[in-house]
C-alpha cells in the first residue's frame, strides 16, 4: 500500500504563490508517476499536471501552464506543486496521485491507483 498525504492548502488572495507538498509513505517507489487533480463543488475531478517518476516528464493542463510547477524528491519521497499567478477560479480541493511509471495518459485520473486525502485552497479575488 501507499499512502499519500498532501499539505500546503490556504487561504490566499488572486496573484499570490502557494506551494503544496504530497509525502509518500509505504510501499512506494521512485518510478511511480504522480498527478495533481483538484475538484471545485459541484465539479469533475479535473486534471493540473504530473510528473513522470525521473522527472523527466512533465504534463499541464491547459489552464494551468505557464503558472504551476510540478517537481520531485526522490529521496525524500515528496511531489510539489509550486501554484503561481492564483486566481479565483484555481479555488478547489487539490489531490495528488501515484500511479505506474508509464507516462502514457498521464492526465487520466483512471490510471492513478492511489490518492491523498486532498488539501483545500481558496483564492479570493
Known amino acids: 500500500q501507499v499512502q499519500l498525504v498532501e499539505s500546503g492548502g490556504g487561504l490566499v488572495q488572486a496573484g499570490d504563490s502557494l506551494r503544496l507538498s504530497c509525502a509518500a509513505s509505504?510501499?512506494?517507489?521512485?518510478?511511480?508517476?504522480m498527478g495533481w487533480f483538484r475538484q471545485a463543488p459541484g465539479k469533475e475531478r479535473e486534471f493540473v499536471g504530473a510528473?513522470?517518476?525521473?522527472?523527466?516528464?512533465?504534463d499541464y493542463a491547459d489552464s494551468v501552464k505557464g503558472r504551476f510547477i510540478i517537481s520531485r524528491d526522490n529521496a525524500k519521497r515528496t511531489v510539489l506543486l509550486q501554484m503561481n499567478s492564483l486566481k479565483p477560479e484555481d479555488t478547489a480541493v487539490y489531490y495528488c496521485?501515484?500511479?505506474?511509471?508509464?507516462?502514457?495518459?498521464?492526465?487520466?485520473?483512471?490510471?492513478?491507483?492511489?490518492w491523498g486525502q486532498g488539501t483545500q485552497v481558496t483564492v479570493s479575488s
Open positions: 496521485a501515484a500511479g505506474p511509471p508509464s507516462t502514457y495518459r498521464l492526465s487520466s485520473p483512471n490510471r492513478y491507483g492511489y
Open positions: 509505504g510501499r512506494t517507489s521512485s518510478s511511480y508517476a
Open positions: 510528473i513522470s517518476g525521473s522527472g523527466g516528464i512533465t
